[in-house]
């Protein structure tokens, strides 16, 4: 009996790894395709005013919004994305 954990636990971990792998690519996509800018959205909520579309495109360009979907989704620049929310852009 307690032999049949370590086996139970070598074939449920990979799977769920998988599972959670495979949750967050959907969702991430799910937002990716979803209507709407979300930086107009994030813009509008924090200023309580319609962002200028100057605004709009500095804010994507520092998310790395303004990138393909399957660039942002690997991170394939130092750009962050919404889900990276404790990266603090360094001037340049």
């Known amino acids: 009996m307690a032999g049949d954990i370590p086996i139970l636990l070598a074939r449920r971990i990979p799977w769920a790894l998988i599972t959670i792998f495979l949750a967050s690519i959907l969702s991430f996509s799910i937002m990716y395709f979803a209507p709407g800018n979300p930086a107009e959205i994030i813009l509008t909520q924090e200023t309580g005013n319609e962002p200028t579309r100057e605004a709009?495109?500095?804010?994507?360009?520092n998310h790395g919004l303004e990138?393909?979907?399957f660039k942002t989704v690997r991170c394939l620049d130092d750009k962050p994305v919404l889900?990276?929310?404790w990266y603090i852009p360094?001037?340049?």
């Open 83 to 85: 889900w990276k929310p």
């Open 67 to 69: 990138q393909p979907f």
């Open 56 to 61: 709009v495109l500095l804010f994507m360009n």
């Open 90 to 92: 360094q001037d340049r």
